[in-house]
């Protein structure tokens, strides 16, 4: 054994006690930031909405003809583990494949809509997320998108820390921005809320990626990060302190 081969040995052999202290000192950083950030999340409760249900199963695949309603309630099912994981209280508004008209008659849309008001009202949330897939006339039309209410200016900076993480994922095809619109469910959210429309079920790219669970978590995950980045920057754990 050379005078070169055992220095290069001993270098190898202190690089390799360097990676394992800064591994369990980075280990140990992280873990106390967890027990800090469950603490402070225990406080706060996200809604978690899984678009349509029951007779309503919104947009179906191109290829699979997989309905969004399910794909919903998967990515929301993921999402809620992320948030709890993570110490944040969860709310629901479905958990099954069911709507949530119950027993009416008529006008099924309507009642299935006022009844996720009604619990999203009840939850006191510091944020709503609803989930739903997309759909286009173009099959090229990829790419997640992320909606807020037009007017609401800490949904829209909640929308663009959810639509920056997603745009950083590697199977984003675009850099997109969030936009505003009108809709019920972020209209009726006493707090920063975004529709997440996970992708597009018309293209068959993007149809691929969410039929598959390892997708559905990595895009669960990155919804989630970006919510707690909305969180941390702006300060809403401060303001909601009691
Ligand atoms: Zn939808």
Partial sequence: MSKNTVTRERIIRLSVVAFCVITVLLG?????????MAKSAAKF???ID???????????????????????????????EDFTSAGFRVVMTRTTAAGLYGNARKSLKK?????????????????????????????????????????????????????????????????SSPLGGDYYVLNVSPCPAVIVECGFLSSPLDEALLITEEYRKKLAFTVFTGAVAYLSNEGAFLEKTP
Avoid: W
């Fill in 50 to 80: 899984a678009g349509h249900g029951g007779i309503d199963g919104g947009v179906t695949g191109v290829n699979t003809g997989v309905v969004e309603s399910e794909l919903n309630l998967a990515v929301a099912k993921l999402l809620k």
């Fill in 28 to 36: 140990a950083v992280f873990a106390s930031r967890r027990v800090v």
């Fill in 45 to 47: 409760t996200v809604v």
């Fill in 111 to 175: 009642a299935d809509m006022q009844a996720r008001r009604k619990i999203i009202e009840k939850a006191d949330p510091c944020l709503v997320i609803s989930v739903h897939m997309n759909r286009y006339a173009l099959p090229s039309r990829r790419g997640a998108q992320v909606f807020y209410a037009t007017g609401s200016e800490q949904s829209k900076i909640f929308a663009e820390c959810v639509q920056n993480r997603l745009n950083g994922m590697d199977e984003a095809p675009r850099q």
